[in-house]
Each structure stands twice: as structure tokens, then as C-alpha cells.
């Protein structure tokens, strides 16, 4: 029925689902060597079967032929004629492994091309080492299939809708072999939306979008348009066997009402209690391509400096007019547009916010393959994975996590023989844990391994020159535990495809300085080792302090700031030529912040009070001397133009309310600079 469409302007609608229904496949089939429970193999049984459905439609062979045999495996588990062991997984998820490859080259518009019969050879061998033929289920004739009826509930809504508007009922049977079921779905619903409200479904949109459900679905609607036209858009879907469109008071409610009291065995669509007068949404989300939230923001960011303007200009109006009503207008409308622009940022910040699980699923599968390559029992425990940080953070912080995880497993875990002879379970033990902590995130990687050797790492440092023997003798277990950052220091007694090259640590805390996070390492000799990394939320738009120093204004991150201070210059010391001072007991050297920069003219006449920003990185702290204190503002960091190439100590810039530029101070670059 209906003319053939065009697939190929589905493409990102299939994309979009492969990619979602492959996550489900990996994390589901992950857990399923553990927990193979009946509802598990239903969801990763349901989502091979929506692959294969849509991968069909689309005309990918390919990917449906090894969909296709996935699902066999599946069924046969579900079945109980195969059962689930590892190197059954370890078959089920090369599969995975091989649609991804075959999505990627989809995505680039090559199609599905790749080698996959050997792979679907191995699949098949699979199934027949341990199941009986499954049988073909029979296809229930369309009009013998008892379809599924609106709850009471939802049948009271309606009624009470129908009082406002007209409502419309359009029934819809697929043919048997509909191979995308989903999609037609989609354009009857695109049909009742463009122009019209979607009441109700049976089943239900994520039932519908899910493809759990056979060949036939209804919708419940208002719509402007008369029976005829909307008979004319549904007829150009394809694959449909049949479909009707009709008023629902007139005829739909006598029939609900008749087979509520003659046929309770019917089965009844599952939905929620529903509050009077409410309306069933056919969807509460939208999807948004990530450039125009990027643009949002870079708007939103823009909005942000000209309120500052504004409000400053507004100040000193009011400061010199503080009687005329104009100004005093004027400053109730500033004060409103902060307040929207305070919240319109924050809402958009919202909308950028993703759960850091979308990189914490990423790492299961790793420590599966990595564990089984190094011959180590491994379990891997996430904690907190629905703690959300803005894109632009999560974008960045997965290589530095998969180096870190692959070195617990390497370096810190021993092998199952050692564990036990240490008195530890045969299983080591990883933890992945985020959380929120003011206005960063923190992330821990845990495991109860062995424990950094601090004698090997003292020898290492000072065998590589980056400490002298006398001065190592001195050396604190923190002070000791930071050469792991070194670049070229390495403990690991033989080079593997894993670690022991001499790199790695240290970029992984080149790349978490440059996010303006801090990295930390806590270690017990034959106890574990414990990485925490804390990273800002967003890299658009933080609070910082301004400071000034020979004339400029400097921005320093609030995240940096421990805290601030004004000594006399009598207190300030000198130990080995560095000026330091005392602060509750602990010294603390002093870096001049226009030293560093070395800008404007040189004092002429120094003054006895100074003005110190304590500022730390980990335990490391340092007192920033500044001419003067301006106050906490939130800032837009722009970057620097290539142009500029990388200026020492500086992340960016920002643009105050008075229009002029700042730069943003790269608090952990300087202190690392200090260390060193």
C-alpha cells in the first residue's frame, strides 16, 4: 500500500538508533556472563531485533545478517537451549564489535562494506555447538490478533478532551514481513503532529519507538484537517495492509465500552495512572545537533559580558543621577535582565549537561579485554555514573580515565596466584566513583592492588637525574608518590602493549591541567592506590577573582583560590633567596604575579601592605602578590588566537564590563612551573 519512499532520508534516524540500540547490546551483554536473567536477555534480544528490522529496511545486508544471527543466539538462550558462558560472549560481543565497524562506515557514507561471513560462520557455529532448531514462530493472521485496548483511565482522558476538540482514531495494521516497523510508526505519528496533538497510543510511544509490539497500533489525536486528507497523507505509507481513520466518540468509545464488559481476557495496554485532564505527549524530548548548542552558548557568553557592561554602567549613572527616575528605571531594569540572563545561562548549561556514565560505559568491556589478555581476575564497580558535567569536559576526560584504568589493572593488580598468597580474594577490585563537590566533579579510580612502591620510585628519580640522592633522602611519601607525572619515569619491570614505555602519566596530567582539574594520588604499600581527579563542571563560563597587577587586571579561577590575604611587608621572610611567608604555621613562598608577566612600568615606591591570593594545586601552595583586589565576577573564557601561540601561565581571556580584555591565569601551569 503506498508509493515506495525514499530510505535514504532515514539515514540519521538510523544512525541515531543503531548507535543507541549497540550501547544497550555492549552493556547489557557485559552484565549478562554475571546476571543472565530472563529480563536481561529480553532487552538485548529486543534490541538485535530493532537493528535487524531497521538495518533491513535500510537495505544494509551486511549489518542485518549478523543482527540476524545474534538474535538467533539470543532466542535460543531465551529458549534454554543454550546457556551463557564466557566464550559465548566473547563471540556475542565481536559481533557487537563488528556493527560498530560496519555503523562507522555507514556513517561515511560507504555503506555497510566489511568482511562479515566469517564472523556469521562463527556465530552459526556457536549456535549449533549447544541448541536444537529453534522454531519459526507462526504469524497470527492480522484479523485474528487480539488488539490491545486503552486502559480506563486514558479512555476518561480522552472523553474529557473530546469536549475541547474533535478526537480522531487512525488504527494501523503492518504487513506480516514489515521490516522497519518503528519507522512507519513514525510517519503516522509525523503526520498527526505536523499541525495537530497526539493524545494517546496503543501501545504506548516508547513501546512504539522500542518496536514491542506486533503488527498493529492505534492513535489517538486532535487534528484540524478533515477524515479525507488525513486518509490521503496515511495511504503513502508503505508497508501498511490496512488502516482506518474515524471521529472516536462515534464509534470508538461504544467499542471500548462493549469489550471492557464482555471481553475482560483481552489484554489491556500498561500506562500509567494518569491525573485528570491530563493529555498524553507523544514524545518530551528533542533531539538537538550539538553545534547549535555550542553556538547558544558562545550567545549566551556574549549576553554575560554585556550585562556586566551594563550593570556597571548603571552603576555609575546611579552614582551621579541617584535622584532622577530615569536612572532609578533604568537600574530595576538591570537588575531584572541579571537575573534572566543569570537564568537563561543557567538553563542552557542544563541542556549541555550530560550523565558521566555516557564515558563510564565505555570502560566495562575495556577491563573485560585487558583483564582476560593479562590473565587477571578483575571487577570493575561504577559508582555515581549519573552525575552530570557539561559535554565539553566529557569530551576530553576519556583518555586520561582509560590511561589511569589500564595502569590499575596493569600496574596495580596482581595476578590471581599473588592475590591470594597476599591473604586478598582472587578477584581484584576496581572503583570508578564520581560525584559532585561545589562546583567541580570529582572522579576516583580505586583499586586494591599492590600500591606504588615509593623506594623503586625514589630510585627511579634518582637514577633519571630528577632528584639528587641527598635531596631524595628528604623527600615526603607525597613528594616522592608526584615523580609517577614525570615524563620517562617508569617502575614497570618489562615493556608491555599496556605500560612500561616511560610515558603516559604525565600526559594524562598535562591533559587534566589544561581543563583547569587537578590530579591526586593516594597509595598504601600492599593495600591499593587511589587516583582522584577534580575537574570543572563547564569550560565556558567560571567564577573567577580579579586581581590587578601593574595596571592590568588579571582573572584568577575560583577553583585555584585557597584564600586571600593582606600581610605587612615585615612579615615577609627569606629562605634560600625566595621570599616566603607564615601562614598558621606552614611557609608559604610568594610569587610577584607582574614578575611573571613582566608588564608595566616598576614600582617606584613599594608599599608596606601587600595583598596575597593564596592559590594550591593538590597540597602545593603559593601566595600570588597582587597590587589589589577587584572583586568575584563570572567570566566567558575566550580562547587565545593561534596566532598567540601558548603564552606561559595563560588559559585565555575574558572581556569585563568596562570592555576591556583580562587574561585568564593558568593557576596549575605556574605552580607546576614553581615546583619545578
Known amino acids: ?20 540500540q549497540l550501547e544497550i547490546l555492549e552493556q547489557e551483554t557485559l552484565r549478562l556472563e554475571t546476571d543472565p536473567t530472563p529480563e536481561r536477555l529480553s532487552a538485548i ?38 546457556k551463557v558462558t564466557t566464550e559465548m560472549a566473547n563471540v556475542l560481543l565481536r559481533g557487537i564489535d563488528a556493527l560498530g565497524n560496519l555503523k562507522a562506515s555507514i556513517a561515511n557514507g560507504d555503506g555497510d562494506v566489511g568482511e562479515v561471513q566469517a564472523l556469521i560462520k562463527e556465530l552459526q557455529a556457536c549456535l549449533s555447538s549447544g541448541s536444537t532448531p529453534v522454531a519459526q514462530a507462526e504469524t497470527v493472521p492480522t484479523q485474528e490478533r487480539p488488539r490491545l485496548e486503552l486502559a480506563p483511565e486514558t479512555i476518561e482522558n480522552l472523553k474529557i478532551a473530546s469536549t475541547e476538540k474533535a478526537v480522531l482514531c487512525a488504527r494501523f495494521s503492518l504487513v506480516p514481513d514489515c521490516a522497519m516497523k518503528f519507522a512507519r510508526a513514525f510517519m503516522a505519528i509525523s503526520i498527526v503532529t ?61 467499542e471500548q465500552s462493549q469489550l471492557e464488559k464482555n471481553s475482560p481476557e483481552h489484554p489491556v495496554a500498561t500506562e500509567g495512572p494518569a491525573a485528570p485532564k491530563k493529555k498524553m505527549e507523544a514524545s518530551q524530548t528533542v533531539r538537538v545537533e550539538v553545534t547549535r548548542l555550542d553556538e547558544l552558548m558562545n550567545l549566551v557568553g556574549e549576553l554575560v559580558i554585556d550585562r556586566t557592561r551594563i550593570a556597571e554602567i548603571g552603576s555609575i549613572l546611579s552614582a551621579k543621577y541617584d535622584s532622577d527616575a530615569n536612572v532609578e528605571a533604568l537600574s530595576e531594569t538591570v537588575t531584572h535582565i541579571s537575573r534572566i540572563t543569570a537564568d537563561l545561562q543557567d538553563q542552557l548549561m542544563k541542556a549541555r549537561m550530560l550523565p558521566i556514565e555516557t564515558v563510564f560505559n565505555r570502560f566495562p568491556r575495556m ?40 595502569n590499575s589493572i596493569d600496574h596495580g593488580l596482581e595476578e590471581p596466584a599473588g592475590r591470594i598468597q597476599a591473604g586478598k ?7 570508578l566513583i564520581a560525584r559532585h563537590q561545589d562546583n567541580h566533579i570529582v572522579i576516583e579510580i580505586r583499586d586494591d592492588g599492590k600500591g606504588l612502591d615509593l623506594e623503586r620510585i625514589k630510585k627511579k628519580a634518582v637514577e633519571n637525574g630528577l632528584v639528587t640522592a641527598e635531596a631524595a633522602a628528604r623527600l615526603t611519601p607525597k613528594e616522592i608518590t608526584n615523580f609517577i607525572f614525570e615524563s620517562g619515569l617508569s617502575t614497570a619491570a618489562s615493556v608491555s602493549e599496556v605500560s612500561g614505555r616511560g610515558v603516559g602519566m604525565d600526559i594524562v596530567r598535562s591533559n587534566i591541567l589544561k581543563l583547569g582539574g587537578l590530579i591526586d594520588v593516594e597509595t598504601t604499600l600492599g593495600k591499593g592506590t587511589v587516583f582522584t581527579l577534580r575537574l570543572p563542571l563547564t569550560l565556558a563560563i567560571i567564577r573567577g577573582l580579579l586581581v590587578r597587577a601593574r595596571g592590568m587586571v588579571y582573572v584568577l579561577p575560583l577553583g585555584s583560590v585557597v584564600e586571600t590575604l593582606r600581610i605587612d611587608r615585615s612579615e615577609v621572610q627569606s629562605v634560600r633567596q625566595r621570599e616566603v611567608v607564615v601562614i598558621r604555621g606552614t611557609t608559604t613562598p610568594l610569587v610577584h604575579l607582574k614578575k611573571i608577566f613582566k608588564v608595566g612600568d616598576e614600582d617606584t615606591a613599594p608599599t608596606d601592605t601587600l595583598y596575597v591570593v593564596v592559590v594550591g594545586l593538590a597540597e602545593q601552595r603559593v601566595g600570588l602578590v597582587v597590587d589589589g583586589l577587584v572583586g568575584e565576577h563570572e567570566v566567558v573564557i575566550k580562547s587565545l588566537s593561534r596566532h598567540c601561540g601558548d603564552v606561559t601561565g595563560i588559559s585565555g581571556a575574558t572581556i569585563l564590563g568596562n570592555g576591556r580584555v583580562a587574561l585568564i591565569v593558568d593557576v596549575n601551569g605556574l605552580l607546576i612551573g614553581e615546583r619545578k
Open 1 to 20: 500500500m503506498g508509493a515506495e519512499l525514499d530510505m535514504s532520508q532515514y539515514l540519521d534516524l538510523f544512525l541515531q538508533e543503531a548507535e543507541e
Open 45 to 82: 534480544f529486543r534490541a538485535a531485533h530493532t537493528l535487524k528490522g531497521s538495518s533491513r529496511a535500510m537495505n544494509f545486508s551486511n549489518f542485518a545478517g549478523v543482527t540476524h544471527e545474534i538474535e538467533n543466539i539470543l532466542d535460543a538462550l531465551r529458549a534454554g537451549q543454550l
Open 194 to 254: 505536523d499541525g495537530g496533538e497526539l493524545l494517546a497510543s496503543i501501545p504506548p510511544p516508547e513501546a512504539l519507538e522500542e518496536e514491542a509490539f506486533e503488527l498493529d497500533f492505534d492513535l489517538y489525536f486532535h487534528h484540524p484537517s478533515d477524515l479525507d486528507v488525513l486518509r490521503k497523507r496515511f495511504n503513502a505509507i508503505s508497508e501498511v495492509s490496512k488502516f482506518e481513520v474515524e471521529s472516536y466518540l462515534t464509534k470508538i468509545v461504544t
Open 367 to 406: 577491563v573485560r579485554d585487558l583483564a582476560q589478555k593479562m590473565g587477571k581476575d578483575v571487577r570493575l564497580e561504577v559508582i555515581g555514573g549519573e552525575t552530570e558535567l557539561d559535554r565539553s569536559v566529557i569530551e576530553v576526560i576519556g583518555d586520561p580515565l582509560i590511561h589511569i584504568l589500564r
Open 425 to 431: 580474594p582472587k578477584t581484584g577490585l576496581v572503583e
